[in-house]
């Protein structure tokens, strides 16, 4: 028994002293080494001082979970940052105030031609950071550039290089060719075909006005952007639309150009009726509704209209159909717009250079399928091969004869009262509601453009 207590008492005293000697330590791998030896020359992702981004994102037919997600795998690559993310439809009701007040996003997205105009705003006012040394940046995470990344022609555009001095203020993202969508399933039940001229169209609104079917509806006049931008380069050509788009002396009282507001002025004969009533950021969806019911054939939009209507009842054998506009006389040229969305950094912004890190992550594989998944298509080189379904069908148009025209109006200096949005596009509901005629129409818009062409940065 006393051998026994001794040789414990030992062992205790052994294992003491292993432990005080600091050969080792239970559990932790850790070894027993002087400060002189240590290796905390290189700091530990704990040690690195904690960023905030303020990212704002408007919310439409993409959704909000695409955001979040990105947010997400951008956080996961980046543990010292947090994202504060702001997503709202009414964007600018959520961020305008507080930007009045000094307190900026980092990051907005938030696309030209909103009725709101608020990026149009801070174009004018030169309230945007430049972002060229943006394209010069390795995408995170992998090899490329930005600039090798995104598809040409997006960044040679007055929506992105908004005063034509090579520089880049905008980021373009999520581009959808816009053009006519449609039900093909009651095209083919009716046996009708695809008008390929106006003379084509004006003939199939006759035929479906007799079985009490509108030819022409649209979700608010603010659509008609890509619309008449692709008509005009369908009229003139790309001359044309330049010249419009710089307010070019008397481009209005062209042939050309007037062509343009003819068609809509017959256009607006064919119009579904209740389409004025409706065409509100409230209400659009209900203008959308009449495609999809039967009760309109043609409607111009985006190919984030099936998302923003997957959930609405349809007619039975409904099928999206999508093409570009009318030639106007017989084998002339038809044009798809390619509208796209920008992305913006404010020159007010705190976080600028972190800001930056995150639109360069925008144009990676990572992100380009996040929001792939939700309809969102980053113009990117190689997107293609990460589309399905419809969206196959969409982004094929410009494989069957349609031409791309893409941009949008110079900046100009403001001029208080002048907004070429509203004579533009909106002043088109009073064309359709018999208020106004295609004269006063155009008056109204060349009083504008004469305007904006004096305060031409």
């Known amino acids: 028994m006393k051998e026994k207590k001794l040789l414990k008492i030992l062992s205790a005293v052994l294992v003491l002293t292993f432990i005080l000697s600091g050969c080792g330590t ?72 507080a930007m009045k007040a000094g307190d900026y996003p980092d990051v907005v997205y938030l696309a030209l031609g909103r009725p709101d105009a608020l990026t149009e705003t801070m174009v004018k006012e030169n309230g945007l950071l430049e972002l060229t040394d943006v394209l010069e940046m390795t995408v995170p995470g992998e090899n490329a550039k930005v600039k090798d990344k995104i598809v040409p022609g997006f960044l040679d555009t007055l929506a992105t290089n908004p005063y034509s001095d090579g520089k880049t203020y905008l980021a373009p993202v999520f581009y959808s060719p816009c053009g006519l969508f449609y039900n093909a399933g009651l095209f083919k039940e009716k046996g009708w075909e695809i008008p390929q001229t106006w003379d084509e169209m004006w003939k199939l609104g006759d035929k479906a006005k007799a079985e009490g079917i509108s030819l022409f509806t649209y979700p608010t006049a603010g659509y008609l952007d890509g619309f008449m931008f692709a008509s005009f380069a369908a009229s003139g050509g790309p001359e044309l639309f330049n010249s419009i788009c710089t307010y070019g002396e008397g481009v209005w009282d062209t042939a050309e150009a007037r062509a343009v507001f003819d068609i809509l002025g017959k256009l607006a004969e064919y119009t579904e009726p209740t ?175 004469n305007k904006l062409r004096a305060a031409l940065k």
């Open 275 to 449: 389409t004025v009533g409706n065409a509100n950021n409230e209400n659009f969806k209900k203008n959308q509704q009449l495609v999809l019911d039967n009760k309109a054939l043609f409607m111009p939009n985006g190919t984030w209209i099936v998302g923003e209507m997957a959930d609405s009842p349809r007619a039975d054998g409904f099928e999206w159909g999508f093409t570009a506009l009318p030639a106007l006389a017989e084998g002339g040229d038809r044009y798809s717009y390619t509208f796209f969305e920008q992305v913006w950094i404010p020159k007010a912004a705190e976080n600028q250079e972190l800001a930056k890190k995150f639109v360069a992550y925008l144009y990676s594989d990572e992100a380009a399928q996040i929001f792939a998944k939700s309809g969102a298509i980053q113009p990117i080189i190689g997107i293609s091969s990460m589309l399905e379904g419809d969206n196959k069908l969409f982004y094929s148009i410009y494989d069957s004869g349609a031409k791309a025209v893409m941009g949008g109006f110079a900046a100009t200096d403001p001029v208080e009262g002048v907004n070429m949005h509203d004579v533009l596009y909106t002043s088109y509901n009073s064309v359709v509601s018999g208020d106004k005629t295609v004269g006063q129409w155009i008056e109204g818009v060349k009083e504008a453009s």
């Open 26 to 97: 239970a559990g932790t791998g850790e070894t027993n080494s002087t400060p002189s030896e240590s290796t905390s020359a290189v700091p530990s992702e704990s040690t690195v001082e904690p960023q905030n981004l303020k990212v704002a994102a408007f919310v439409g037919g993409y959704g909000d979970q695409m955001w979040k997600d990105v947010v997400k795998a951008f956080e996961d690559a980046n543990p010292n940052v947090t994202v504060e993310l702001t997503l709202e439809k009414e964007l600018e009701d959520a961020i305008g105030p």
